[in-house]
């Protein structure tokens, strides 16, 4: 990353931009983008409202559910033991574009997790942005690197934060263009996850996918955060996190641009007194038994939609937000327990149905041992109990 792009290795995002005068530059540069991003919203986003009542539940299994991101700068040696012992099968691993020196290092940490199913998020920077033979190049490199080890890639992230530098949804299309030339050219095999709009700004979303770009999506990303508004279950303009899915799901079913796939790439809450290492401020940390609550009721709801494919949490080894924190030593927070045995009653399971009532929640899963009920509130640890198979 180049100036006045930093990447701040506390919170494993870059740092945001201090020069004002650049942000406003930039932004002006970009209106016709925004402009065209509104009017996009305008017409596409009522239209997705009106038919989330009509569609249709998919038929979303727990197997392939799972997912969760683990970084090659965090214990590395350490980390394929840990995924193990979790129980975990799926993974996303980031390619920052800007560390392409170390790619041979980026394969040899993914080919130390065995049988296990990589995903690839290519991480942009401001260069790689402006730079489409750079970007087209160094594209190459990874897809040929990782022939026969992985074939799915997130192509960029965070499309819709300046830090991250993207100053408007355009630049993100021709960023993505070049990937998915490359898919038509050269790498017929690959999978490319794309749009990668983080929290509820569907309006950007909106312009990912509607738009006369000759692209297209083999799934969708969103890095759907809700940590600001604190349990999952809470609203936001009327939508919680179910009828957020939802309103995505319907958005995506009026887009030729995209297949019905939706993949949430990035997802959690920080934790309190961990600053610097916290993504956000202190305001927004929740302590460590609301951060594991919150998320197997994130992972619940997400199944209880059935419009979710995979929830990758983000991710194992973090001491900000990480089901473990390595800051003295390995240490495995109360969520990376809770994340097991969630594993261990979901990974077989199918299904059934989900209520809510007075805040109180249900869901039914069918599994080889019986009927799995998961039952919460908002002030409650999920349980599971099971009714024995007739």
Same mark, same amino acid.
């Given at each position: ?86 129980? *975990? ?27 296990? +199913? ?36 997130? *192509? ?49 979303? !909106? ?11 083999? !799934? ?61 401020? +202190? ?20 199944? !209880? ?83 024995? !198979?007739?």
């Amino acid at each position: 990353m180049k100036e006045p792009f930093v990447w701040d290795h506390y919170s494993d995002q870059p740092a945001i931009i201090r020069d004002k005068a650049l942000k406003r530059a930039m932004r002006r540069s970009a209106l016709p983008s925004l402009i065209k991003t509104f009017c996009i919203a305008l017409l596409t986003l009522p239209v997705a409202i009106l038919m989330m009542p009509f569609i249709p539940r998919r038929s979303i299994t727990a197997k392939y559910f799972f997912g969760i991101g683990v970084n090659l700068d965090k214990e590395p040696n350490t980390t394929p033991y840990l995924i193990e012992e979790l129980g *975990v099968k799926k993974l996303l691993i980031r390619i920052p574009l800007w560390d392409m020196e170390r790619l041979h290092e980026y394969v040899t940490f993914i080919r130390s997790f065995k049988d296990k +199913e990589i995903t690839v998020a290519l991480l942009q920077d401001r260069e790689h942005i402006t730079s489409p033979d750079m970007s087209r190049d160094h594209f190459i490199q990874i897809f040929e690197a990782l022939n026969g080890i992985c074939h799915t890639y997130i *192509v960029g992230s965070t499309i819709n934060r300046a830090k991250w530098g993207f100053f408007s949804v355009n630049e993100y299309l021709d960023f993505y263009s070049v990937a998915y030339e490359l898919k038509k050219e050269r790498f017929p095999h690959i999978k490319l996850i794309g749009s990668n709009v983080i929290d509820f700004e569907y309006h950007f979303t !909106a312009h990912t996918l509607f738009n006369l770009k000759p692209i297209r999506y083999d !799934a969708l990303g969103t890095l759907l955060y809700v940590d600001r508004r604190g349990a999952p279950e809470n609203t936001q303009i009327g939508f919680d996190l179910r009828g957020k899915i939802r309103f995505l799901a319907a958005l995506m079913r009026l887009s030729a641009k995209t297949s019905d796939e939706l993949i949430i790439t990035e997802t959690n809450w920080p934790i309190k007194n961990t600053a610097p290492y916290a993504p956000t401020s +202190e305001t927004e940390c929740v302590s460590e038994e609301d951060y594991r609550d919150y998320m197997v009721r994130y992972h619940l709801l997400a199944f !209880a939609s059935q419009q979710v494919d995979c929830v990758f949490w983000h991710q194992l080894i973090a001491p900000g937000y990480g089901l473990i924190d390595n800051r003295e030593g390995i240490r495995k927070r109360n969520t990376y327990d809770a994340y097991r045995t969630m594993l261990s009653h979901l990974n077989d399971a199918e299904f059934m149905r989900y209520r809510t009532e007075n805040e109180k929640h249900l869901l039914v899963c069918s599994t080889p041992r019986g009927e799995l009920h998961i039952s919460w509130d908002l002030t409650s640890t999920p349980l599971y109990t099971y009714k024995a !198979a007739s």
